[in-house]
């Protein structure tokens, strides 16, 4: 496709969808849109490697609903798109995509189930006339073992974030899902990651697929990267501590390897005085909703998760993820860190690096094509220091005296509380500083990521 496509309607999609497009600021595509759009509107399958941001949701969906423009069959029984995705808050932000693209079309109903949800309420939904369905795999065998969906008039099946959907152990569920469609379909496969696993998935669901690639556009690349290698559970508390006292951070995320671990640093750092709210899987869908409202209206400032949270979050004001546990899978760390530096904006990544992990980090700097940037605090550096070729850099800065003591759950026992004021640190805030004061860095640079 040349770049001299600026409009959706040059690619071909129905001029019904400019206004409403333009409504929620969308007038020109993005590459992914300008890629695949074409392609997806000549009814040929497609598996595109994409990551979040890039608008791959508008690329899978518009051409699907444009089926719906025209001369359109008699209301049929069961859904006629199908957008499977392997966590409720990426069902919740597509279903929410397609009701706002619906607005374009005299008759087009969107309906989202996923588990955690009352499923009164989703046989209600079910029960009626709806186009487009938007689930998550379990949820969706329940209904369909339970007769409460047809899929036998199905036109079009997305797999948004296979690779993460197959990492979460769905591969049955797709596969189960799959052989209860019509054969003759399209099937979109959108993925972050072209794993073997995906390309078995394609052979196996798809029809000679074109395949596009697209990366993340380079001004979004606003991610300063830093390594701190840390001795244990103690020192990760006390070099945590250490950063959500500066100001320049407006709001965090912080990943840990488990929900258990999650609950707890989430009721420690409350202790202290932050306000802090925890997303993990098992969760009811009622809380994991209160949650993410509270971190959106600016309610809580911190955001401790698992990494059901690392795909579909969007938090327009996170400056800064912190890897407290290194993610388990390489891909998964761009995910995680990709949730600040958002819309051009600037983010930094901090990780803790003990012994355990060195293999963990290694296997993400292979991924991402370069070496994360090893940065300490001054009077808090780790007694462990791997052989990594990479000195470790000259500390800087001065730590709080909070940082004294015994630990307790990892956080110094004299840590005092913060932002105990009326008003929250917060609110009322110096923009952030791209290279924190307190850090240097071994290559004179911060690193960057995609």
Request: proline residues 6%; hydrophobic residues 40%; charged residues 20%.
């Amino acid at each position: 496709m040349t770049a001299s496509v600026t409009t959706f309607t040059a690619l071909g999609l129905d001029p019904a969808f400019s206004p409403t497009l333009a409504a929620l600021g969308i007038t020109e595509p993005t590459p992914v849109q300008t890629q695949a759009i074409p392609i997806l509107l000549g009814r040929r399958d497609l598996i595109a490697t994409a990551p979040t941001g890039t608008g791959k949701t508008a690329a899978f969906l518009l051409p699907a609903m444009q089926r719906m423009i025209g001369n359109t069959p008699l209301r049929l029984t069961g859904p006629r798109v199908l957008v499977l995705t392997p966590t409720r808050e990426l069902a919740q932000q597509v279903g929410k995509a397609a009701v706002d693209f619906g607005r374009a079309l005299p008759r087009c109903r969107t309906v989202c189930i996923t588990g955690g949800e009352s499923y009164i309420t989703q046989n209600k939904a079910l029960a009626g006339s709806y186009d487009i369905l938007v689930a998550t795999p379990g949820r969706l065998m329940d209904q369909i073992n339970s007769g409460r969906i047809v899929l036998s008039n199905l036109e079009v099946l997305v797999l948004d974030e296979a690779d993460r959907m197959l990492d979460m152990g769905f591969a049955d569920d797709v596969m189960a899902i799959a052989k209860k469609l019509p054969k003759e379909r399209q099937t979109v496969c959108f993925t972050a990651t072209l794993s073997e696993d995906v390309q078995r998935m394609s052979r196996q669901l798809q029809n000679d697929p074109q395949t596009i690639a697209v990366a993340k556009p380079a001004e979004r690349l606003q991610i300063d990267q830093h390594v701190f290698y840390v001795d244990d559970i103690g020192h990760k508390r006390r070099l945590l501590d250490h950063w959500l006292a500066d100001v320049g951070i407006n709001q965090a995320l912080v990943f840990t390897s488990t929900k258990i671990a999650a609950e707890e640093l989430a009721a420690s750092l409350e202790a202290d005085g932050h306000s802090t709210v925890a997303l993990h899987g098992d969760l009811p869908q009622k809380h994991r909703t209160r949650m993410m409202n509270a971190m959106r209206r600016g309610q809580a400032r911190i955001l401790v998760a698992t990494d059901v949270a690392a795909r579909g979050l969007d938090v327009p004001a996170i400056t800064h993820v912190f890897n407290f546990d290194l993610p388990k899978f390489a891909e998964d760390y761009v995910h995680r860190i990709g949730r600040t530096g958002r819309a051009g904006a600037s983010g930094t990544a901090i990780s803790f690096v003990n012994r355990n992990d060195v293999q963990a980090l290694q296997k993400i700097e292979r991924f991402i094509g370069h070496k994360v940037t090893v940065s300490s605090v001054v009077g808090m550096e780790a007694r462990f220091k791997p052989g990594t070729g990479r000195p470790a850099s000259k500390p800087t800065g001065k730590p709080g005296s909070k940082f004294a003591g015994k630990p307790s759950f990892g956080k110094s026992a004299g840590a005092g509380k913060a932002g105990g004021s009326a008003e929250r640190p917060w609110q009322s805030r110096k923009p952030a500083r791209h290279t924190p004061h307190h850090a240097t860095q071994s290559s004179g640079r911060s690193s960057r990521v995609g």
